[in-house]
């Protein structure tokens, strides 16, 4: 065990919400790897608004150990925006991002540290095959990351997830990036350097229910297409000058009616017609 003021060699960030099923048995594996590593370990336990009995847990495992420190968000942020408050107190050299419900096993470790220290500064956990899940979200998470696949500006490795192992170096400017709405496999990606994939197959929750809902997933997907995908903006001009081109066209029907047809039910309207059109169009 490290003693206090030592600088760790590696940083494991935990984002944890309503986990008080898996917290002990978790604490239990994580402390088993960082026995056998080559170097000082944190443990950086971040509180994401948790509304159990988390928050006291990880007090206690604080008391109890001083390789844990643990960050209490005000409430419920999110899992991205958990992750980044971890990074932004992480210490070691190399840093380490997993969830706390143990689909991330805490043994592939091993595996992450190896390839870091053959000169890979980001090695992530890319899954082929997820255990206990529905084939609904099987099947969305197959179509997502393939679209984003195509449509991304960036290569974003497919069926990857926040789990990985990043070099000082990689966190240092993720920290300085201002993005609010953070993807962060995509930002590690967009950063290049050197990286490398571990394979693994996804093991079931160890325990208690899934926190990432379809809702979330939805959102976090929306935000990864518009943070690395110019279609999106493109769609949106593309869209705009329809409509404007439509206005216009319009506005050239209304003053021929005005004009051609006195008769007709636009007279006296015309004027009104033609602002509610370039109106629409600039709302």
């Known amino acids: 065990m490290p003693t206090l003021g030592t600088t760790p060699k590696y ?6 919400y309503n986990e008080e099923e898996s917290i002990a048995e978790l604490y239990r594996r994580l402390t088993d790897v960082l026995e056998v590593l080559d170097g000082p370990s944190e443990i950086i336990l971040v509180n994401d608004g948790s509304r159990d009995s988390s928050l006291e847990m990880m007090r206690q ?28 107190f992480a210490r070691g050299e190399a840093v380490i991002i997993l969830d706390a419900d143990l689909q991330d096993p805490p043994e592939l470790v091993y595996s992450m540290i190896a390839e870091w220290q053959n000169g890979y500064q980001v090695v992530y956990a890319q899954r082929i095959q997820r255990h206990q899940e529905s084939w609904f979200k099987r099947l969305m998470a197959y179509v997502f990351y393939r679209v984003l696949d195509r449509l991304a500006n960036v290569r974003i490795p497919k069926d990857t997830g926040d789990f990985c192992l990043m070099d000082r170096v990689i966190v240092d400017l993720l920290n300085r990036m201002p993005e609010r709405s953070r993807y962060i496999r995509g930002l590690r990606a967009w950063l290049g350097f050197k990286q490398t994939a571990v394979r693994f197959e996804r093991p079931p929750r160890f325990a208690g229910e899934v926190k990432y809902t379809f809702k979330k997933s939805l959102a976090l997907a929306i935000n990864s297409l518009v943070a690395f995908s110019v279609l999106p903006l493109r769609l949106s001009t593309y869209l705009g000058l329809f409509a404007g081109s439509m206005a216009i066209v319009m506005a050239f029907l209304v003053l021929y009616w005005r004009i051609a047809r006195p008769d007709s039910p636009l007279t006296g309207l015309a004027t009104i ?11």
């Open 61 to 88: 495992l604080h008391h109890r150990d001083r390789r844990i420190v643990y960050l209490s968000l005000a409430r419920n942020f999110g899992h991205q925006i958990a992750v980044t408050a971890g990074l932004n």
């Open 273 to 283: 017609m033609i602002a509610i059109f370039f109106w629409g169009q600039c709302s």
């Open 11 to 16: 940083s494991f960030i935990i984002p944890i």
